[in-house]
């Protein structure tokens, strides 16, 4: 699991990357609250993200402004393939399957 740095969550808003530790399937998503947001994911609160938890954080980006974290994660859901847009913006030795 890749530490979260309390100082990158300064800002806002925050864009994450989980990817389930049973399937390796992954989840984007957004929040306000990245610490909560993903607690809530483990203790499967969400519809989605129930039958594959626990989850580890893979990916992050924090935003000052809402509407910019929304749009960088649709891009990220569009974007397709999870295993390779991970592979091109984290270190190998954090990227790992």
Do not use: C, W
Not at 51 to 57: D, M, Q, R, S
Not at 60 to 80: C, V
Request: proline share 4%; no cysteine.
């Amino acid at each position: 699991m890749i530490p979260v740095d309390q100082t990158h969550f300064s800002k806002k808003y925050y864009i994450y990357v989980l990817r389930s530790r049973v399937d390796k399937t992954y989840y984007v998503g957004y929040t306000n609250n990245i610490n909560r947001r993903i607690k809530e994911h483990n203790k499967g609160k969400h519809k989605y993200t129930k039958g594959h938890i626990p989850y580890e954080v893979v990916y992050s980006e924090s935003f000052k402004i809402k509407k910019d974290a929304k749009e960088r994660e649709s891009y990220i859901k569009r974007y397709g393939n999870m295993a390779r847009f991970l592979k091109n913006r984290v270190p190998p030795s954090k990227a790992r399957d």
